[in-house]
T-cell receptor, first 113, second 109 residues
Framework: KAGVTQTPRYLIKTRGQQVTLSCSPI?????VSWYQQTPGQGLQFLFE???????NKGNFPGRFSGRQFSNSRSEMNVSTLELGDSALYLC????????????FGSGTQLSVL | AQRVTQPEKLLSVFKGAPVELKCNYS??????LFWYVQYSRQRLQLLLR??SRESIKGFTADLNKGETSFHLKKPFAQEEDSAMYYC???????????FGQGTELSVKP
């Protein structure tokens, strides 16, 4: 089985731009969650989707949004980028919809200049 | 507030020495705790869950509700154990994990 796939691996953007990151879960997994990883704040939960519905959202501003498609693929969007948005964005999928076992992707490294 | 604390950023031991990576949590209710590991240039992956009470790669972790701890232990460290270790708590809200800041374990030959 292919693992969780995130594209692109690296992104460089400038302040004020917007960005879209993509995540393809393991086949058959219907839950996708997103985490932001920074050296200062560590791993922080962004949101979680199950069967195209956002079930849970972390404490991030409204500039961070996401969606999930009928094939379970998910995208997250960050609008009006700020320097502090520079981070590794990780996507994880789960077969159960819970957190009993999350499978993580390699992440997208976003640099905001 | 739900929180996970890993007090050590870096833990360095010699091969064959015992290892204990500390994790403390704050949570109201019955927590569900995990250890995740990230080896160099690899993905973050689940190491073990407290509910499984299993030993993975020689590691064990016992949930101590009195001390609100979930320390990860291994009696004899190996060089291949060198990695970042994250303790995580399943949120009351469900569907999300609250991670500690991580501890880098370095096992020297």
């Amino acid at each position: 089985k292919a693992g969780v796939t995130q594209t692109p691996r690296y992104l460089i953007k400038t302040r004020g731009q917007q960005v879209t990151l993509s995540c393809s879960p393991i086949s058959g997994h219907r839950s996708v969650s997103w985490y932001q990883q920074t050296p200062g704040q560590g791993l922080q939960f962004l949101f979680e989707y199950f069967s195209e519905t956002q079930r849970n959202k972390g404490n991030f501003p409204g500039r961070f949004s996401g969606r999930q498609f009928s094939n379970s693929r998910s995208e997250m969007n960050v609008s009006t980028l700020e320097l502090g948005d520079s981070a590794l964005y990780l996507c994880a999928s789960s077969s159960t919809g819970g957190v009993e076992k999350l499978f993580f992707g390699s992440g997208t490294q976003l640099s905001v200049l | 507030a739900q929180r996970v604390t890993q007090p050590e950023k870096l833990l360095s031991v010699f091969k064959g020495a015992p290892v204990e990576l500390k994790c403390n949590y704050s949570y109201s209710g019955s927590p569900e705790l995990f250890w995740y590991v990230q080896y160099s240039r690899q993905r973050l992956q689940l190491l073990l869950r407290h509910i499984s009470r299993e030993s993975i790669k020689g590691f064990t972790a016992d949930l101590n509700k009195g001390e609100t701890s979930f320390h990860l232990k291994k009696p004899f460290a190996q060089e291949e154990d060198s990695a970042m270790y994250y303790c995580a708590l399943s949120s009351l809200q469900g569907g999300k994990l609250i991670f500690g800041q991580g501890t880098e374990l370095s096992v020297k030959p």
